[in-house]
């Protein structure tokens, strides 16, 4: 295969319900992808499916077997234990590390998401930024190749979306690929290298970002996507 | 009707005198009480809490027959499971060649018996809740079945905590059980409520009364034990989400 993930040809089904149908999508190094579309349009099936967390009823993904992975979601479940203790226990489940190593690596992870002095405190009683920060140290001390991000800031007011989109731009910056589902196509126009745009569970769109946001080439390519885009910038 | 009173009125003095002067006859019964109660408890949750933990994030052919039986066991009778465990331990049962039948042996077997189940149910609910919401994101850090239920068990600790003081309140109050296997020997397998029973049968109200009021201040401590976990829990946990609440 070539590039870090490649769906081919992929149906995902739960029961009756299909969430996404002959998706063929592939995620090179270093991109930055952002999946978007409406509410039920298969948004959060496709990034577990590229994870890992949901397996296709039909087709393949592949993954580079090198390329480590992570996974931010829109709410993070974190532990009733101290910060350092959630990083932690996330490098310590991955294996091949102590875990005083793993602690030790897990200051380090919240020292760069700016929560280093928020070490000791209980992780649930920080606030939904600080959590997401949080969830984010979690992900970056893993060191993945690829970070998955659920629509990371759908909770959060201004500020906290401006830090974790902060912390988003400095990963990709550092060679990390992101590949995040997003409802806020200001957030996909500062950070997505490319957009899919998935409508009832079908890839509509995939574009660079620049083309998708040029009325006329989105309207070659997708009349319901351009009609999506224009309704979301009224 | 003034005679009755007087008896009445005589009752509660001699069964308050029972209590605040621990009759050691009484003392000996609540003790017993305890340690038997707290044994099942003790084998019952251990055993319990593990398998609900398990059954919360397992998933395999067969779960939902498994499920039905659990919770179907919720509603044993106290006599069913005292009648079960006498025929497995009477002399010609299969368990009987151990000699535990009326003994305090019997009686913690067939009390762990009747809450095993609530244990095991009532973990099962709380970590499957946990499980459905958020396990894929431990499942996305690498958490095999058995890491999962460990860590939404401990996770869950304070709601677990909730349970162990539920499964022992079931098990100190019940009568039927160990009434039958225990065979309510007086100095040796007499408890709580087999002696509140047999007491109230023969006239001796004062001890049953004075028993009684202890079994309740137990059942009560425990209901305001379990009121406490919960606020504790509460101020420990999910500040952000009262925040919101609150705001």
Known sequence: ?234 | MRLHMESFAATVDRAWGLLVGLDAHLVQIVARSLVVSGSACTIACTLGLAMGAWLGIARFRGRGAVLTVLNTSLALPSVVVGLVVYLLLSRSGPLGFMGWLFSLKAMVVAQTILVLPVAAALTRQVVEDVESNSGEQLRSLGAGVAMRALLIAWDERYALLTVVIACFGRAIAEVGAVMVVGGNMEGFTRVMTTAIALETEKGDLPLALALGAVLLAVVLFLNALIAVVRRWRLSTIDQPMLQEIAA
């Not at chain 1, 009756?16 to 991109?31: K, N, P, Q, Y």
């Not at chain 1, 234990?81 to 897990?106: F, M, Q």
């Not at chain 1, 351009?226 to 910038?233: I, Q, T, Y």
């Open chain 1, 1 to 234: 295969m070539s590039g870090l993930i490649q769906a081919r040809g992929v149906d995902v089904s739960f029961g009756r319900v299909r969430a996404l149908t002959a998706v063929d999508l592939r995620i090179a190094r270093g991109e930055r992808v952002a999946i978007i579309g409406g509410n039920g349009s298969g948004k959060s099936t496709l990034l577990r499916l590229l994870h890992g967390l949901v397996q296709p009823s039909r087709g393949s993904v592949l993954r580079d077997g090198h390329a480590r992975q992570a996974m931010l979601f829109q709410r993070p479940y974190l532990l009733r234990a101290s910060a350092i203790n959630n990083v932690a226990i996330g490098l310590w489940l991955r294996g091949g590390v102590s875990w005083a190593e793993a602690r030790g690596r897990a200051l380090l992870s919240l020292g760069r998401v700016g929560l280093g002095a928020h070490s000791q405190r209980n992780a649930r009683a920080l606030s939904g930024g600080q959590q997401q920060r949080l969830a984010l140290a979690r992900a970056w001390s893993l060191a993945p190749d690829v970070l998955f991000l659920d629509e990371p800031t759908s909770n959060l007011d201004p500020h906290g979306k401006r830090e974790v989109e902060a912390l988003m731009e400095e990963f990709a910056q550092g060679g990390m690929t992101l590949v995040f589902a997003s409802h806020n196509l200001g957030q996909v126009k500062r950070l997505a290298s490319r957009v899919v745009y998935l409508e009832e569970g079908r890839v509509l769109a995939d574009l660079s970002v620049q083309s998708f946001f040029d009325r006329e080439v989105l309207g070659r390519t997708s009349h319901d996507a351009a009609l999506f885009v224009k309704g979301e910038l009224a």
